[in-house]
């Protein structure tokens, strides 16, 4: 076995956010005697979702068992999740914020599945995956982000299933996402659908696509930690990850 020293492109402001975590959590609950202390067991997941190593590749180098790892991993997601914003709460201060508008967008989260499992087998992506519902500034800065549910689950649908359409219109936000929600409600924008369109409809998409794709690369920049580009675990954790990633972009923003 070979080891090898690595950067990670994140600051000790991140770090410290998590250990802290982890150190209240094990003090809660009367931890004691483990293996890696508070600020290494954050290294450790910090490792694991930005880099995406296996649980053996982390146990290898952190020196512990690879069930361990894995302990050590799902305890701090679901710490980190359980500080994400709930909806209602980050659209209020997304109002408050004065944005002129949000955007609403579906991506789909690849997993390790075989075709037989249509569930997760989404048609538009042609792949199998979860879907995640993603409310985004104009900035493209995160808002807030959803469970996850299976890939087959249309965008609109999912939508619905979380309640984010009641949430938006009683927010009072304007919501610009794509063709995906057409018909989903007055409040909710869509580009014009249908061949042949007129000059001025084509003009209207133009100037949407325009407002909406700042805000559509929010989920880009969630796959730029690389856990998410494709999940070797329960497919159904695939929102906890998320809205940890979302918790630790919000650290890593300048000014906090």
Not at 188 to 203: D, E, M, S
Request: hydrophobic content about 40%; aromatic content about 8%; glycine content about 8%.
């Amino acid at each position: 076995m070979l080891f090898y020293r690595a950067a990670l492109p994140l600051s000790r402001r991140t770090l410290n956010y998590t250990a802290g975590l982890v150190r209240r959590h094990r003090k809660r609950i009367r931890s004691r005697g483990r293996l890696l202390n508070s600020p290494q067991q954050a290294l450790l997941v910090l490792v694991y979702l930005r880099k995406g190593d296996t649980f053996a590749e982390l146990a290898a180098g952190f020196g512990i068992s690879t069930s361990r790892a894995w302990r050590y991993v799902n305890e701090t997601v679901e710490l980190l999740a359980a500080r994400a914003p709930k909806l209602q709460a980050a659209l209020r201060s997304a109002a408050r914020a004065g944005h002129a508008y949000v955007v609403l967008d579906g991506t789909l989260i690849p997993i390790d599945r075989v075709a037989a499992d249509r569930p997760f087998y989404s048609g538009k992506h042609r792949r199998h995956g979860m879907n995640l519902q993603v409310i985004a500034t104009p900035a493209g800065e995160i808002v807030w982000v959803s469970g996850a549910l299976p890939g087959s689950v249309h965008d609109i649908r999912a939508a619905r299933i979380w309640g984010i359409l009641r949430a938006l219109e009683w927010a009072g936000l304007i919501v610009l996402a794509d063709k995906g929600y057409h018909g989903a409600a007055d409040h909710v924008w869509t580009p014009y659908r249908g061949k042949n369109k007129p000059a001025p409809q084509k003009k209207a998409n133009r100037a949407h696509a325009k407002l909406r794709g700042p805000g559509e690369r929010a989920n880009a920049s969630l796959k730029t930690w690389r856990i998410p580009r494709k999940l070797r675990c329960c497919p159904h954790r695939a929102g906890f990850l998320a809205k940890a990633i979302h918790v630790l972009q919000t650290r890593e923003a300048p000014g906090r």
